[in-house]
């Protein structure tokens, strides 16, 4: 089977399970903070969101392929067809760090009402926006910054293809540590749980 | 940054990109599992019983998990991996769809048991 095929198919796989967690935690904590029962505008937000990644990583068989109309400008002039996959690898590994991070970050937030009622409910948008600018900014930096080097130092296709993988690894690195992260959460949160079940049962 | 990307040009051969891969697979397998064990916890503590099929199935895919060292090449690396987290991932999804309205009941609960105290 084709490789890309296979990478790009569990790809969105995986980025659409944690999108769902994501979104169902963030309506949780919305429910809970700010009594916010019409989730409208970010359903159809987030299911634009997954349908622009479904849609960047089949562009080409759908006959659009970004990087190749790209390739006659100084931005992208090597091997155009790899670009295309660079540019899904890049975007679609940042989505799945960032619906992780919100993950974490939304879970760390519904602790945090636990503990402290829904007094201890803060602003969500400033973290928020700071996770995108922070995940997608570094994926942005390292696209041109590979691109630079790439087309400066001639370096071959195979060449290309392990600055890529390279950043597949970093990004596998950001979901041990969020996983971890997440699971930590989840364990305080049963502990505390556990404990006050105890002493309701015991008065 | 030149440097750098030469570097990685030059050593990040198939090996080490599979190598990590795989210590990455695991490791990811493992946390995931982990984070959904404890998210199960908080579903028995607010309901008063386990979800015991559940619990098994992760037991059994956690058992599992170590076999992501296998695959020769990373192409069949993938199709392992979502053969061995494909599964838990469905169920932390359902676990998290179905669960939410719960928690919400379950904090809402608490907060005014508090105030009336």
Known sequence: ?203 | MSPFFLWIAMNFTEAPHLFYLKVGGILCGFGDIAALWFLLKVAEVMHGKKPKKRFAILAFFLLINPIQAIPGNSGMFFVVQFLVLGIPYLILAYTAVTEAPAIVAYIKKRATTRTRT
């Open chain 1, 1 to 203: 089977m084709n490789y890309f095929l296979l990478q790009r198919f569990f790809g969105l796989f995986w980025a659409l399970i944690q999108q769902i967690c994501f979104v169902w935690l963030k309506r949780t904590h919305d429910n809970l903070a700010f009594e916010k029962k019409n989730h409208g505008v970010f359903y159809l937000t987030q299911c634009a969101i997954f349908l622009f990644l479904s849609l960047l990583c089949f562009a080409r068989d759908l006959g659009f392929d970004p990087a190749v109309g790209a390739a006659s400008t100084s931005w992208r002039s090597l091997y155009p067809w790899q670009g295309t996959i660079t540019v899904c690898c890049v975007v679609v590994c940042a989505a799945m760090v960032y619906f992780d991070a919100m993950l974490v970050v939304y879970a760390h937030r519904l602790h945090r009402i636990y503990r402290g009622g829904v007094a201890a409910a803060r602003k969500t948008l400033p973290v928020d926006v700071a996770v995108f600018a922070l995940v997608f900014g570094f994926a942005g930096l390292y696209l041109v910054g590979s691109e630079h080097a790439v087309a400066a130092l001639d370096i071959p296709v195979i060449g290309y293809i392990r600055i890529r993988r390279f950043f597949i690894q970093i990004s596998n690195l950001s979901y041990v540590i969020l996983e971890v992260s997440a699971a930590c959460i989840f364990y305080r949160l049963y502990r505390e749980m556990q404990k006050r079940a105890e002493v309701t049962e015991r008065a």
